[in-house]
């Protein structure tokens, strides 16, 4: 687990600001929703961190709830789609051989 769990903490801008990152890295690491949230929570906290932010906050707030919108529907899909073939296998786990 924690050899998948690092990579993203250090994708994701726990151990140092994303900004640090050259533009295109820090944008295209923002699609992790952590990314986003330490990005904005640095830019609140932090006196002057406003500059140096990957976006504005009210951009990484905006993406960050549209985000949640669409996990939100996607796990709700996914769940019955997973129940859907529990019924149809009349199992729970997955079968291994």
């Known amino acids: ?4 769990q ?5 994708a994701s801008g726990l151990y140092f600001p ?5 533009r295109f890295i820090a944008l295209g690491v923002s699609v992790i929703p952590l990314t ?5 929570m640095r830019q609140l906290m932090l006196p002057g961190a406003r500059a ?7 951009i990484e707030m905006t993406l960050l709830a549209l985000s949640t919108v669409v996990f939100v529907v ?4 996914l769940l019955g789609h997973m129940e859907q073939l529990a019924r149809r ?3 729970l ?5």
């Open 1 to 4: 687990m924690n050899l998948a």
């Open 6 to 10: 690092e990579p993203v903490y250090l």
């Open 18 to 22: 994303v900004s640090s990152f050259p």
């Open 36 to 40: 986003l949230a330490l990005d904005a």
């Open 52 to 58: 140096w932010g990957v976006m504005p906050v009210w």
């Open 74 to 77: 996607a796990a709700r899909h």
């Open 89 to 91: 296998e009349g199992r």
């Open 93 to 97: 786990t997955e079968k291994h051989v």
